[in-house]
Every structure is written in structure tokens, then in C-alpha cells.
């Protein structure tokens, strides 16, 4: 269970009253009785229902049963979709292992503004089934221009782009550009426009990589392209 | 479109009245308007809506616009799963290139039958969505250990394992494994048994890959699996 605050042994927890409710009522743990918790920081913790009351519970913290492990930097930018296709895209990126995901308005995207909470509790909850021990973020909905202007000079971009080619030859040129911190951007189901690929590809830190031949949906696209940002250059290739 | 007729210029089709509907009614197509259909086999062909009855239509075929491509041939195995999952997967197994899908029984799958027919049918849309000019054949499902033992020699196996290690490793094995006819294998969401473990190893055709450190739902994992497939050894690889 993902909790916020800090873990350590002898610690004593109070979960919020939503979680007290699901560890007491829904998951009918009985006192003592054992869990894991984690917060995003101090790596998973044995710990066991040590107090019930009315509104709330006590959860005493023992043990450290896996240390923290630092996931790539990798970011996930997507441009705003529906809301059931997004919500899967950004339980998705939890799953595949994204730190970070970015919701971009772009030229053809018609939505501006989106429930980032309700994404967050996706993304938190996604994690607990993948056993990760972090919790990507995700930032509310910016502008692709404003996006592309604050750009950090040493992260990488991986430019999901159907006019790239070749997806092995791009991999392969993913894999030399190399680097620690990475995005993979994904475009809105019309596509970019033409003034925001020329800007897109204008950034130096952009690699192009094809999809391949067959047009996808946003949420396949997203799959797709951290499945290969994570077997070339991310945890799934043992770096 | 996909219709089942023989496409040929000169040819006329009768639309099935579905079809009919949805050409007159949903896209109010006039007369005379031109659209794309496409059977699977003979390529993609412009037609024009020649005739408009009470209860169906006519098209003419004139053209033929691109001809037919050969998709690797790649088969999805995956184990029967709840069915909103399950036609995720079928619709993005379509979008990623498998020319057919299995569904498979295991021992720790609970359900043993399925809608085939609305399966195909997303298949078909989700073609239609890709511009693919065939739909993946979904077959009805069937037990582990009768399709492992009807294995045809020539077909290889990219058995996604939990416990495989090296992702990266994996896909170099799978690259050097080479062949043109291929299955990729994922579990339930419980995992296989270790006696059907075993036997998927034994297979002389099975290359055991692991997608990574994190725990992925079924539907995840076979977008990972055929992306990396298609990036290695199908048609995203320019080959």
C-alpha cells in the first residue's frame, strides 16, 4: 500500500481514513496481521495492523523487506485524449515504468483540461499491482510549445513520429545517443501539425523513431514506445 | 470497408444490410460517392455507391488502389482473461500487426468459452482503424496442452516468462532464432503452473523472453511483446 509518509523501523503509521476503511473493511486484515507498505522514497516495509478504531487505524512499521530501487528518468509526454483513453495510457505508463507523465495540449487537440487527481490515484493504484515502489507523477495538462521551451538541456527525446522510418535503425540510433534522462512523446490522434513537428525536430536532444507501418491508437502508441525506450535503453535491458 | 466478396474492376457488391445501413444512414454516403473496401486478399479498391434500395445497396468497384501485403506471419496465443481485457487485446493485436489470435485454456484460467464472433468483429473495426488490408483470424478457444501438442514444426515460439531475465538478451536470442512463422506466448494473469512451464520449455521452437522487472497485466504485456517482436524480427524492422 502506498502511504506518504516516512518509513523506518518502529515507526507507527495512520493511514487515511479511505485506506483505514480498505485495510479494515474491504481487505478485513485482523489486528496484527501483516502488509507491505511503501512511500516512493524509503523503499518496501513489513508492517502489521496494530490498532482498529472507529475511524481509523495504527499500522506498526517492522522490517524492510526491498530497498528502494531508482527507475530510469524516463517521462512520458502524451497529448490530452479522451478520458477513458487516457486513463488507460497513464495506467500504462505506471506499469511500463515512466517517472513522470506529461498531458500536452497540441494544434489538434480539443480538450484543455483534464481531473489530474483522479489520474494520480490511476497511476498510484497501477503501481501497486506492477509491486512498483514509486508512483509516477503526473503534471497538469501545458501547452506542447510551452513544453518544448522550458526543455532541459540534458534530457533526451524519443519523437514518436509515423514519417521517421526504419523503427531498428532508430532504436539503434536511440541506443548511441544513450544518456540518463529521457521523454518519449507521443502525438494526438490527428497528428501534429506541421509547424509543431518542424519545432519538434528542431529540438537537438530529439531522435525520430517510426511505430511502424500501421497507424495506432494513442494508447497503443504509448505502450509501444516505452516497451522499446525500456528494452534498448531502460531496466528491461539489465543497464 | 471490409466486405467478403472477390474484388475486381467492373466487379458490383451487395453490401450486407449492416453495412448498407451504415454507408446510407451513419456516413450518408450519396450516390455515386466514392469509398475504399478491401476482402483480405485482393488488395484495396476504390468503389462508388452505384445503387441505394430499401434494404441495401450496390457498389461498384473501379479500382485497385494499393495491393495486397503480405503481414508476417504472427500468431498471438494468450490465455482467456475477463472479457473487457480480452477484447483489448484482440483490438490491439489487430493494430500491431498478428495475423491471428489463440485463445488459450490453462490451469489457471476459470473461464473455457468466449464470444469468437464479437472477438472477430473487433478485429475487423480495429483493421479497418489501421488501414490494415486483412483481419487477424481469432480461433475459439482451446487447451494449453492440445495446442502445444498440434506444435508445427516450423513455427517458432516467443514464450514472454516472468522468469526468462535479460529482455535485451532475449530479443538478440529471438533475432538469431530467426524463421518467418512465429507465435508469441503470453500467461494468465496467475501466472502458468510449473508443469506447463515446463512444457512450453520443452518446445525446441520456444525462446523464453522476460518483459522486464515490473509485473504487467495480460493486456500490457501483449502490446510489450508484440511490439518487440514486430521491432525485432517483423515489419517495423523494415524487413
Redesign the interface.
Known amino acids: 500500500m502506498h502511504i506518504d509518509a516516512d518509513l523506518q523501523a518502529g515507526g507507527r503509521l495512520a493511514p487515511s481514513p479511505e485506506q483505514a476503511h480498505y485495510l479494515t473493511r474491504v481487505m478485513r486484515l485482523a489486528l496484527n496481521e501483516p502488509l507491505l507498505v511503501f512511500n516512493g522514497r524509503d523503499g518496501e516495509w513489513r508492517a502489521r495492523l496494530a490498532e482498529v478504531a472507529k475511524r481509523g487505524c495504527v499500522l506498526a512499521v517492522e522490517a524492510q523487506v526491498r530497498v528502494q530501487a531508482a527507475p530510469p528518468d524516463l517521462e512520458l509526454i502524451i497529448a490530452l485524449v479522451k478520458r477513458a483513453r487516457l486513463e488507460t495510457i497513464v495506467e500504462?505508463a505506471a506499469?511500463?515504468?515512466a517517472r513522470r507523465v506529461r498531458l500536452a495540449i497540441t494544434e489538434r487537440t480539443n480538450a484543455d483540461h483534464t481531473n489530474v487527481a483522479r489520474l494520480e490515484a490511476i497511476a498510484a493504484e497501477a503501481a501497486e499491482?506492477?509491486?512498483?515502489l514509486e508512483v509516477p507523477q503526473v503534471l497538469p495538462p501545458a501547452r506542447l510549445s510551452s513544453i518544448l521551451a522550458g526543455w532541459e538541456a540534458d534530457r533526451r527525446l524519443m519523437f514518436c513520429d509515423e514519417e521517421a522510418?526504419?523503427?531498428?535503425?532508430a532504436?539503434a540510433a536511440l541506443s548511441e545517443a544513450g544518456g540518463r534522462r529521457w521523454a518519449v512523446l507521443i502525438g494526438p490522434e490527428g497528428g501534429f501539425s506541421a509547424a509543431e513537428r518542424a519545432a519538434i525536430r528542431d529540438l537537438p536532444q530529439a531522435t525520430p523513431v517510426?511505430?511502424?507501418?500501421?497507424?495506432?491508437?494513442a494508447d497503443?502508441a504509448a505502450?509501444?514506445a516505452l516497451?522499446?525506450w525500456?528494452?534498448?535503453l531502460?531496466?528491461?535491458?539489465?543497464a
Chains 1, 2 share one sequence.
Do not use: F, H, N, Y
Open positions: 500504462k506499469e511500463l515504468g499491482q506492477t509491486r512498483r522510418g526504419d523503427a531498428a535503425r532504436m517510426s511505430l511502424g507501418p500501421r497507424v495506432l491508437r497503443t505502450i509501444a516497451t522499446l525500456q528494452s534498448t531502460g531496466d528491461w535491458a539489465g
